[in-house]
């Protein structure tokens, strides 16, 4: 019997005994996976998740976030989502109560409030600041009306798209993955994220695209996905990942497949977060070391884990 636990990517160390403690009290996977990711939403100081995320290009922040169920391979996602830190919730209430997969933009705001999801102001001082310097870059100055940022826009498609954005992009994205088993054997996964910065609005990575940033099977595992979301969408690498335990691989093996296969696009990188049904962990990264946080139900706090580093 594998002890039930938690754990998470770099961001994540000082949140998931928020999930420990609920597994600890025979609490699911699930509600372990949504508290720990909640508490990073919360953290005005991540700037890639929840409050404080990275705006897009015309300085808003717009939330993805995923969740899925591995008892029955049931997922919920949100894409594009403004005015709600707790995406990850939002994506529970999809998987919880609608037949759908995935809800976008002002669709996934409407359904957040009909479920009682409060709304919030994920602006800090941070954003506020890049979004006056994306203003500051538009033509006139100003992005204030709809015929003024789709010039903005039309620039950036033309002319803008240089090397600048490959240095502020690089520089600004971030994403959390977390995921649980608990005493009955069952899986969760959960990721979130304000996305790859400055992105085109309505850009969606691969945190809500349910086996892109994103898979779970209680039969063999969990995997989840962060970096340049456009490859891991390319891939279905979370899913990939899971299919290759299923298919024998070790999670080492499962990890170093995935990544090899990225690194093969020669356009940008990812990094994952994977376990098997045997509670063994792995994570791995395609540019330096890999590290990730565990914590099981009798751990007095998180114990860092290195990964693999998977070169070309
Ligand atoms: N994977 C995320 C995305 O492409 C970004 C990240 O992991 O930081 O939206």
């Known amino acids: 019997m594998v002890k039930p636990f938690i754990i998470g990517t770099r961001n994540a160390k000082d949140m998931i005994h928020l999930g420990a ?6 609490g699911s996977a699930m509600d372990a996976v949504e508290a720990a990711v909640n508490a990073v939403e919360d953290n005005p100081l991540d ?3 929840g409050v404080g995320g990275t705006p897009n290009l015309l300085g808003v922040t717009q939330l993805d976030a995923s969740i899925m169920d591995g008892r029955n391979r049931r997922s919920g996602a949100v894409a594009g989502l403004e005015n709600v830190a707790h995406a990850i ?8 109560l609608t037949p759908h997969d995935l809800l976008v933009g002002p669709g996934a705001e409407m359904f957040a409030r009909a479920v009682g999801i409060e709304k919030s102001d994920l602006s800090t001082e941070r954003t506020r600041k890049i979004a006056a310097a994306m203003r500051a870059g538009s033509p006139e100055g100003i992005l204030e009306d709809e015929k003024e940022k789709e010039r903005f826009l039309r620039m950036w498609l033309e002319e803008g798209r240089g090397e600048w954005y490959e240095k502020i992009s690089k520089a600004d994205w971030g994403t959390v993955n977390i995921m649980a088993m608990d005493a009955n054997g069952d899986m969760c996964v959960g990721v979130s994220t304000s996305g790859l910065g400055y992105k085109l609005p309505g850009r969606v990575g691969d945190s809500p695209y349910i086996g892109a940033g994103n898979y779970c099977d209680n039969r063999f595992g969990s995997a989840a996905c962060t970096g340049k979301g456009e490859l891991a969408i390319r891939l279905s690498s979370a899913r990939m990942i899971v299919s290759y335990l299923e298919n024998g691989l070790t999670l080492r093996g499962a990890v170093r497949k995935a990544l090899k296969d990225v690194h093969s696009l020669q356009d940008g990188t990812i990094s994952c977060l994977v376990f098997d049904g045997e509670g063994n962990t792995m994570s791995g990264s395609m540019t330096g070391e890999s590290i990730h946080y565990y914590m099981d139900v009798d751990s007095e706090g998180p114990e860092e884990r290195k990964g693999v580093w998977v070169k070309p």
């Not at 403690?21 to 025979?26: K, N, Q, S, T, V």
């Open 21 to 26: 403690e609920i597994l600890r009290e025979g």
């Open 47 to 49: 700037g890639g998740v």
């Open 89 to 96: 919730s939002v994506a529970r209430k999809v998987l919880e």
